[in-house]
């Protein structure tokens, strides 16, 4: 059974920073693209960032530059380091991998200004 789990999410204050993972359970994730995406409330879903097999990064303009999406294949792990956060970053967070297509149940993201 695979599994995605998001943990790291919480309250923080604007200008502050969090750390999201995504642990991986029944799946080796060494050899695939993993996403992040957020879904604000009244929102669509979309994408924040994206790790490749080798490790190529792609930001959603609206993070370049605060955001920071990382793996460790060891730990079946994948992590989004959220610097410089704004209330506009609020959301709930998830992660997803896209072949096989599985998401994680998400992690809420709350910015206070």
């Known amino acids: 059974q695979v599994q995605l789990v998001e943990s790291g999410g919480g309250l923080v204050q604007g200008g502050g920073s969090l750390r999201l993972s995504c642990a991986a359970s029944?799946?080796?994730?060494?050899?695939?693209?993993i996403g992040w995406y957020r879904q604000a409330p009244g929102k669509q879903r979309e994408l924040v960032a994206v790790i490749s097999s080798t490790g190529t990064t792609n930001y959603a303009g609206s993070v370049r530059g605060r955001f920071a999406i990382s793996r460790d294949n060891a730990k079946s792990t994948v992590y989004l380091q959220m610097n410089s956060l704004k209330p506009e970053d609020t959301a709930v967070y998830y992660c997803?991998?896209?072949?096989?297509?599985?998401w994680g149940q998400g992690t809420q993201v709350t910015v206070s200004s």
């Open positions: 997803r991998t896209y072949v096989p297509e599985y």
């Open positions: 029944g799946i080796i994730i060494s050899a695939k693209s």
